[in-house]
């Protein structure tokens, strides 16, 4: 278990990178962003532009070269997670946070607090791959 807190938020990191176009993509008519792997879902900017969303595997948002400058590019994730780390957290507060039940006569109420944390954000290397024409 960590000590930290953060691991239980519940909503939206962003992660943001400034980068030049690489030289390997100076001849590509459109430009594939890779994520080996994220949670759970993510909106990607570059310049200023919305490129796509991506929530599901493959993590895959392809886009026009032309978004991309020779220097001075700027990457903007927002990455919107799921709530069940935060219904862990509330569970082992014993916090009142159900509104809803679970319909299940033998299971008298829903229970996370032995859950265990689950992965959030970007997770592994994220990589720009070219058409290469």
Same mark, same amino acid.
Request: hydrophobic share 35%.
């Given at each position: ?8 938020? @519940? ?14 993509? *100076?001849?590509?008519?459109?430009? $594939? ?5 994220? $949670?759970?879902?993510? #909106?990607?900017?570059?310049?200023? *532009? ?5 929530? %599901? ?9 032309? &978004?991309?400058?020779?220097?001075? !590019?700027? =990457?903007? &994730? $927002? /990455?919107? @997670?799921?709530?069940? !780390?935060? &219904?862990?957290?509330?569970? $082992?507060?014993?916090? @009142?946070?159900? #509104?809803?039940? =679970? ?12 859950? #265990? &944390? /689950?992965? %959030? ?11 290469? *024409?």
């Amino acid at each position: 278990m960590t000590d930290s807190r953060s691991v239980f938020y @519940n909503g939206t990191g962003i992660y943001t990178a400034n980068f030049d176009r690489p030289k390997l993509l *100076k001849n590509s008519s459109y430009i $594939r962003l890779l994520f080996s792997d994220l $949670r759970d879902m993510a #909106e990607v900017s570059i310049n200023g *532009k919305t490129i796509g969303r991506t929530w %599901s595997v493959p993590y895959i948002i392809d886009f026009d070269s032309h &978004i991309l400058k020779p220097k001075g !590019n700027t =990457i903007t &994730i $927002r /990455v919107k @997670n799921l709530a069940t !780390n935060r &219904i862990i957290w509330m569970d $082992r507060q014993k916090l @009142n946070w159900q #509104e809803s039940y =679970i319909a299940d006569p033998k299971k008298s109420h829903f229970d996370a607090a032995d859950w #265990e &944390i /689950v992965p %959030s954000g970007i997770i592994g290397p994220v990589k720009l791959i070219g058409d290469d *024409k």
